[in-house]
């Protein structure tokens, strides 16, 4: 009995950690809409600073002052990035400030090991709580007992600070509908400012008080940051009692679990937060959001198909590119390739992205079962390359057709957070059932057939299949079905009342994406000739997300530009330098400072400035084209 | 506009394949491979020790009077990565062979790149037995002693512990997987009154020590295998000597004398275990003084194992090419097979029957020493005499 109230002890202290970083990013996400993705980041920072000053400072005072120091420290840093970054780009389309906070995690990454060396540092432990108390034969350390105080008194004072200030007003008020705050003429510039450092104060502090458990090293941030998601998401959005509860459930789940399935803890959270997505789609204590209250229509652009110029020269582009073996060598033939996959892949998460206004944080799910389908189906079938190429996508289809039937039934952020869930459930399917899917060994000697083992021509297979594949959805997204999704993504209210069927049109997009995305991991999986866990990973799906936003997500053909300039560049900077994270991160923030809506959407935005700017003559003439649709 | 877009791509895809470039005949290149901004606390002294033998090598005039240029790419932790740079390495830049790699996955990914394309490959640092058995091919070759060898040399210590009851800690993921596995059989046949009492199984990088550790000391085992490193290794120490888990408990553990593990613990350090490591205060052989002082004068900071690692993988890269006097892979198989060299740890030989290097370890106890991990009573353990028989061995590897 003892050692079932020392495991849930044990537990409620790893809930405390959880919480004090969860709490944070919940607070900036109910206020901000920001998904802030480097929340670990801030973790990660405070554990460093932590760590020298706990170093330099000497005694209990020291060490206690160090901590706190280190958390104002770090939001002292948070409150820069916000001002100088986060500010600039509240305006861009959602999910925007996502790319700014991932190129921000990418920089840091590299900078604390430039800064602090790659070893792992391991911290002093708390003075006055080194030891463990006996409770009926059972130690149980005092500095988890401190942890257990701790994070109700910090839920405590958050309340104080939301229930009882005018501050905690403003910031809930915000969280339910910041245009009515603002139009309430509230500076928002300084709320928003003010709930980033506090969110961000909570998260450095958490990372701190790591310091007498943990190792201090330059992963610490991958680490927390997906299970932050989803305690946050698990409690419901903007919650900080959720975010509490969440924490302790997912803790205690794992701490009990870990009896009885060993092996439960690489899923668990994932596993808990589908089950709790399915049942309250706004997580245990979160509210429906508000309806959004944009316009119809809110892209700048309305879109259009292809004029014939255009069309024109995107075929001389793709002549051009199809050129490519005539004068390149074998390794630019093999990076063309993959460049071209990726494409496939970037337009299919742009179709649901964009078109459908469903932004998926698991794609690469269907990317990966496309690339196991080929690798099941050429080692245990002995299937000819062709055949595993027309159905391993199928089974991608498949996973989306499943998953996507519950996440259809969800919107926003929480759609998300269920694509990553189900994302990470099939990852760690492939990761645990070694017997048939080898496991993170993964399945070697998938190799084309001798017709396209030759660099030359799959580039050209990879190459074609993404031409088609584009101008399959392109023209996708200007048919019938096309209009329907996107009213769906404009106004799901009229889309129903004009008696379209919005769930099962988003269901279709969502099974079209992913069979899309399928087919792209089905050439990849013949590009490396192997399939491994990674092909289904968080990191893949992100890169996915990041292509489109650097693309545009508001315009037909970011997702291919995106990932051409991304993947690319992807590829120069690891080859080129040590400092890739550093370099490529800093180009992140870069581009979202200077195009705010993409690449692509910036470039469109330009074009039609001039457009307007030039021709005095004929506004007339042009008017129409803009309005035609 | 979006005309220029697409010219903009093309331009990208275009700059992206670089410039091919010839092999000047003065040199001879090697293209390496691993996991640098992934794992720095390995890799860093990695690449210490292979600059320094690129060094060595050419201040003695290079391989037969050619200079010996190592090209070096990182491959982010990410299997599909490595690929890309291992095509980069051989298509555009020529190298005669491919080295390194860590991750198993990324090893096994290069290994079947090698296998496709022809080219001979020298696995650095990954653990798994694939590598030379059950997806073993005749490109690849391996210079660190497998996960088998290392358990076998474990075992050979463990079996002789009064302890019965055993629990086991390692990371989920293939590593912690085959470790345990193959720690288990070779326990159960050398002892047949061993029980297994509980096994723990955490997420590489994200254990969650405390329930991990309660959850063992409830099993009440009489010893404990250990397979978790680095940070993880850090927290379930940190929080087995706070609960008293090791007390009274003999521990056997995998890398952990390795002073890149060891090191970080400091005072945390529990005395007693079982570990596999290098020692490096404490080897005095020529060979091994030559390279200390060699390492100590050109970086100022002592030698991680993956110095070694780093500086005999290149060093043997080197031996292959000058008795093959050729850069085609067949001749540097041949050459391969069988080859003797010596290295910092005493002389090594790649075996012809499974491309494993005889690289031992040092297996010895962990220590308190100023506040320091160390290792003492270290004994280095030949490779040669901790793998399988022959007939076992042929079993195991796929016929070429």
Redo the contacts between chains.
């Keep these: 009995m003892a050692?079932y109230v020392?495991?849930f002890l044990?537990?409620l202290?790893?809930a405390a950690s959880l919480f004090l970083v969860a709490s944070g990013l919940s607070i900036i996400f109910g206020v901000t809409r920001i998904v802030n993705f480097a929340h670990g980041a801030f973790y990660m920072i405070g554990a460093y600073i932590a760590f020298t000053l706990t170093e330099r400072l000497s005694g209990a005072f020291g060490f206690w002052a160090a901590i706190v120091m280190a958390a104002f420290a770090v939001a002292l840093i948070g409150v820069i990035v916000e001002m100088v970054l986060l500010r600039r780009i509240y305006h861009a389309p959602e999910l925007f400030q996502l790319l700014a906070t991932f190129g921000l995690t990418l920089m840091v990454?590299?900078l604390v090991?430039l800064i602090w060396g790659?070893?792992?540092?391991?911290g002093r432990r708390a003075p006055g709580f080194?030891?463990?108390i006996d409770f009926f034969g059972?130690?149980?350390?005092s500095?988890?007992l401190f942890l257990i105080v701790l994070s109700p008194v910090v839920l405590g004072i958050l309340w104080l600070l939301f229930q009882r200030t005018r501050w905690g007003v403003l910031v809930r008020a915000a969280t339910q509908d910041r245009d009515m705050v603002a139009a309430l003429g509230v500076n928002q510039k300084w709320l928003f400012t003010s709930v980033f450092a506090v969110g961000v104060f909570l998260a450095a502090l958490g990372g701190a008080l790591q310091i007498?458990?943990?190792?201090v090293?330059?992963?610490?941030d991958l680490?927390i940051i997906v299970?932050v998601f989803v305690v946050v998401v698990i409690g419901g959005l903007g919650s900080i009692v959720g975010a509490f509860v969440a924490a302790v459930l997912v803790?205690e789940l794992?701490?009990f679990g870990?009896?009885i399935f060993?092996?439960i803890?690489?899923i668990l959270v994932f596993l808990v937060m589908a089950a709790v997505l399915i049942v309250r789609p706004w997580g245990l204590f979160g509210r429906p959001e508000a309806p959004a209250r944009k316009t119809p229509g809110l892209t700048v652009n309305p879109w259009r198909p292809?004029t014939s110029?255009?069309r024109l020269?995107?075929l001389?582009?793709l002549v051009?590119?199809a050129t490519?073996p005539l004068f390149?060598?074998?390794?630019?033939?093999?990076?063309?390739s993959?460049?071209a996959i990726f494409v496939i892949f970037a337009v299919s998460l742009h179709f649901l992205m964009s078109v459908g206004g469903l932004a998926s944080f698991g794609h690469a799910a269907y990317f990966g079962l496309g690339a196991y389908g080929v690798a099941f189906l050429a080692k245990m079938a002995g299937l000819p390359m062709i055949v595993c190429l027309l159905l391993g996508p199928l089974l991608g289809c498949m996973g989306a057709a499943v998953f996507g039937f519950f996440a259809v039934q969800l919107s926003g952020v929480y759609f998300a957070m269920l694509t990553l869930a189900f994302a990470q459930i099939v990852w760690s399917i492939a990761?645990?059932w070694?017997s048939v899917t080898g496991?993170?060994?993964?399945i070697?000697?998938v190799?084309p057939s001798s017709w396209a083992a030759s660099?030359s021509h799959f580039y050209w297979l990879a190459l074609g299949v993404a031409a088609l594949v584009t101008i399959a959805l392109r023209a996708m997204v200007f048919s019938p079905f096309g209009y329907a999704l996107r009213a769906t993504r404009d106004s799901l209210l009229r889309t129903e009342a004009v008696g379209i069927n919005a769930k099962r049109i988003q269901w279709t997009a969502f099974v079209i994406a992913g069979t899309t995305a399928g087919i792209g991991g089905a050439l990849?999986a013949y590009l490396?000739?192997?399939v491994?866990p990674?092909?289904l990973g968080i990191?893949l799906s992100v890169d996915a997300l990041v292509m489109v936003l650097l693309g545009g997500v508001e315009t037909v053909?970011g997702g291919?530009?995106g990932a051409?300039?991304y993947k690319?560049?992807n590829?120069?900077l690891?080859?080129q330098t040590?400092l890739?994270?550093l370099v490529l991160g800093g180009f992140i923030v870069l581009i979202v400072v200077v195009f705010p809506k993409g690449?692509?959407g910036m470039?469109?935005m330009?074009?039609q400035r001039r457009r307007k700017a030039s021709p005095p003559g004929s506004p007339l003439l042009a008017k129409p084209i803009e309005s035609a649709e | 506009m979006r005309t220029r877009n697409y010219f903009v791509g093309a331009a990208f895809a275009l700059l992206a394949g670089g410039i091919t470039h010839s092999a000047l005949a003065q040199e001879i290149k090697i293209g390496e491979i691993n996991s640098y901004s992934l794992l720095p606390a390995f890799t860093e002294p990695y690449r210490k020790g292979w600059q320094l033998a690129v060094e060595e090598i050419n201040a003695a005039g290079g391989i037969n009077g050619k200079k010996l240029v190592v090209i070096s790419k990182d491959d982010g932790g990410k299997p599909a990565d490595a690929q890309t740079a291992a095509n980069e390495l051989v298509s555009s830049e020529g190298v005669a062979m491919l080295t390194g790699t860590f991750l198993s996955n990324i090893g096994l990914a290069v290994s079947d790149f090698a296998n496709q394309k022809k080219v001979f490959f020298l696995a650095a640092e990954p653990l798994t037995d694939a590598v030379t058995w059950s997806k073993g091919n005749k490109y690849t070759f391996r210079l660190r002693p497998s996960n088998y060898m290392q358990a076998a040399m474990l075992v050979e210590a463990a079996s002789k512990l009064p302890a019965k009851r055993w629990a086991t800690i390692a990371p989920n993921y293939e590593y912690g997987q085959s470790a345990v596995a193959v720690f288990k059989k070779l326990m159960s046949e050398k002892r047949s009154d061993i029980q297994w009492v509980d096994e723990q199984w955490p997420p590489q990088g994200k254990i969650d020590a405390g329930p991990v550790v309660q959850a063992v000391a409830a099993a009440n085992p009489e010893a404990i295998l250990n397979v978790t490193f680095g940070a993880d290794l850090v927290k379930l120490v940190r929080e087995g000597n706070t609960r008293g888990l090791f007390k009274g408990r003999e521990v056997v553990s995998f890398l952990t004398g390795e002073p890149e593990y060891l090191d970080p613990l400091k005072e945390e350090t529990p005395e007693g275990w079982i570990v596999t490591g290098y020692p490096w205060y404490s080897i005095k052989t020529p060979e091994h003084d030559a390279f200390l002082k060699a390492y100590q004068a050109k970086y100022n900071d002592y030698p991680r194992l993956g110095s070694i690692v780093g500086y005999q993988t290149i060093k043997s890269a080197a031996a292959i090419l000058a008795k093959a006097g050729s850069t085609d892979p067949e001749k540097l198989i041949a050459a391969a097979e069988g080859l003797s060299m010596p290295s910092p740890l005493g002389e090594i030989t790649f075996r012809k029957i499974d491309h494993q290097s005889t690289l031992g370890a040092y297996v010895g106890k962990t220590a308190l020493k100023d506040g320091k991990g160390v290792m003492v009573d270290s004994v280095y353990k030949k490779g040669s005499d901790y793998l399988p028989s022959d007939a076992e061995v042929e079993k195991l590897r796929p016929k070429d």
């Design positions: 050692f020392v495991q044990t537990g202290a790893s990454e590299d090991v790659p070893d792992d540092l391991v080194k030891g463990a059972q130690n149980i350390p500095y988890d007498p458990r943990d190792a090293h330059h992963a610490m680490r299970e803790s794992n701490a870990i009896l060993p092996k803890s690489i292809l110029n255009e020269a995107a001389v582009a051009i590119a490519l390149a060598g074998n390794y630019a033939l093999t990076v063309g993959e460049i990761f645990q070694v496991g993170d060994n993964g070697l000697g190799w660099p990849f490396k000739g192997s491994f990674d092909n990191s053909s291919v530009i051409i300039v690319a560049l590829i120069w690891v080859s040590d890739s994270k690449i692509v470039l469109e330009l074009a």
